[in-house]
């Protein structure tokens, strides 16, 4: 992610949005009365059993509620209807899962709508809302290790998140025309339901279905020709990689495309909302410039296309959406476009587990908007990172821990300047060569999976030879100026 006035406030009160949750108590067969599954076979365990209720969160423990504990999603096949004029939404969510242990219960995230039925193995299931969660009780209770699937029918109003001050409005957002769908750290929720954490990475198909004349962007790529029927245009898109909850997206609206291949030959689409008209050549040109630049200094692309979007919903910030970073209400510059296509390998194929190591993402994106700038001959790296070192003592950066990354904070600017300057005291510890090299190898050895930064140090290390905790500490873990590399 990247603020579009490159100025990121540092005040939000981030678990304050926690509280504004919507909560509708489910209807009919399928309400649950009390604790127990109301169709759960007689003589199974109480429903309360330890070991057999999922829990509600994935472990995160500064964000206990996000994501959801018992198993892991494989891929979701989501199918979304939405209509602008009238800002309903209606959706079916296909979750394909298996259970890491006994399930009498689990849990989804969704946020708002009316949930009408759950089938789990194509038999309904219980389930009932408790702010956003939402606990589903199958018929029977799913065994340790099996693979199961479950089906969400739901519709309404999508209840984006707001009023986080350093984040702004993010989730499924309804704009004039159609939507803009920039869903980090915890939006996915706000358009279906999901294990809604980086720690569940799963496969996506999408099939969204919009008024005709309107185009709906999602990952990945376009899977045979949209159909129209009936003054509906259905566009199907499938991601076949790997990808994190919030990373997903449904962008939709009047779109003008440009499509075609970079100089390496990655499919490249950049598409504008028409009030950007005049940036599509130049969004198309350097996403695809920096995608190419970035498979030689990363190693290869890790996905099947790039490209970019920019919607006419002033976010304010661009996010890093899987092959199609999203940018909010702003014409970006080449910065933030190196930026958003840095993310591509670190953030979206290596990607985090938990949310306190936020650095690993914007820490390299934002050294990667270092190199591109010299990779440019407009400033070389040593100069920007002398430009932010020059802070006194009591500046702010040096005052938060960027290798802690604060659950009320998250986004702050020393997660990626100071992130960046991280890696700028390592390469000159470690030099060039290795340097260069430890880039490509933790893409490689990570690639599609999670990354902590105990692994990151360890494997500066190995390639190094060098003793680094005290680099590390004094860049990532102390609240003082650091003056060590
Ligand atoms: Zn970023």
Known sequence: ???????????????????????SASSGESALAGDAPPTAAAGSAPAHAPGRIGAPGIGDPDFPTDGNG???????????????????????TGIEARATQDLAKFNLDLRGFEV??????????????????LVVAPAKTISDKARFTVEVTYAGEPDP???????????????????????????????????DHPADKARYDFEITVPEGLTALANGELVGRPRSARGKTTFVWRESHPMVSYLATATLGKFELRQGRTATGIPNLAAVDPRYRAAL?????????????????????????TGGVIDDFSAGYALENQTKPMYGGFTPDGSIIAHELAHQWFGNSLSIKRWRDLWLN????TYAEWLWSEHNGESTVEKTFRSHYAAGPDAAIWKYAPGRAKPEDLFNSSVYNRGGMTLHALRQR???????KLLKTWNAEHKYGYVTTEE??????????????????????????????
């Open 1 to 23: 992610m990247a603020s579009g006035r490159l100025a990121i406030a540092a005040t939000a009160t981030f678990l304050g949005i926690l509280g504004t949750v919507a909560c």
């Open 70 to 92: 018992g198993y892991d999603v494989d891929r979701y096949r989501l199918k979304v209807d939405y209509d602008p004029a009238t800002k309903h939404l209606s959706g079916v």
């Open 116 to 133: 009408s039925r759950i089938t789990v193995d194509g038999s309904p299931a219980g389930f009932e809302r408790f702010k956003d969660e």
């Open 430 to 436: 470690i030099g060039d060569p290795v340097f260069f």
């Open 161 to 195: 998140v707001r009023g986080s001050s350093n984040l702004g409005t993010y989730g499924f957002i309804p704009t004039e025309d159609g939507a803009f769908v920039a869903c980090e750290p915890n939006g996915a929720k706000t358009w279906f339901p999901s294990n």
């Open 362 to 365: 914007e820490g390299f994106a």
């Open 456 to 485: 990151f140090v360890a494997l500066a290390e190995k390639l190094s030879g060098k003793q680094l905790d005290k680099l590390f500490e004094a860049w990532l873990f102390t609240d003082r100026k650091p003056t060590e590399w």
């Open 281 to 305: 050549d130049d969004l198309y040109t350097q996403s695809a410039k920096a995608t190419d630049y970035w498979t030689t200094v990363f190693g290869p692309y890790p996905f099947s296309s």
